[in-house]
């Protein structure tokens, strides 16, 4: 890590931590969260709380949301892609999303891309988009189409891994959903 990346960790903390009493959307704090993880920030083990937790605790936000925030934020470029083809997204910048799509339709919707055809998750995502499904609703689909991630529940490293989806789904064609 060389000085210019220090200089860049300390700014994005500093703009995380000072909006305390002014929350930034959450799509902008998955970016600025993915940021700092790609510069290495948090890669000292020694400490007992985890670098995400220790960073996100004075905004009051809990570990599991600013991962969730994270992870999409990384994820974005596979999500943008399908979205930008149905035009229901007119930027591909993961901060320019609507932050009153919530994080976890949004993690659901992703699962739901790489299991299903086009056919399948495309009116989802329009309601997703267009805030349109509620999260129960958009649940229901996924736990419908879970066994094709052979009842994997998308959490792990495994589910990230767009190529070992894509086999399950080649897999478990005769699953209707």
Known sequence: MNMSDDNKIVQLVKEIQMKRDNPMPWPELGV???????????????????WIEKLVKPIDLKRTSAWRFMSLAIKWKDISRYLMQLKLIESDKFEDLDPGISAEQLEILYKIILVSDEETWKP???????????????????????????????????????SAMQNAKNQKKNINV
Do not use: C, F, Q
């Not at 920030?41 to 007992?48: C, L, P, S």
């Not at 309601?127 to 879970?146: A, D, G, S, V, Y």
């Open 32 to 50: 600025k969260l993915a940021e700092l993880k790609a510069l290495g920030y948090g890669a000292n083990k020694e400490d007992k709380e985890h």
């Open 124 to 162: 989802i995502a329009t309601k997703t988009i267009k805030k349109e499904i509620t999260l129960r609703e958009i649940r229901k689909h996924w736990n419908h189409l879970r066994p094709v991630m052979l009842n994997n529940s998308g959490r792990t490293r495994w589910s990230t891994d767009l």
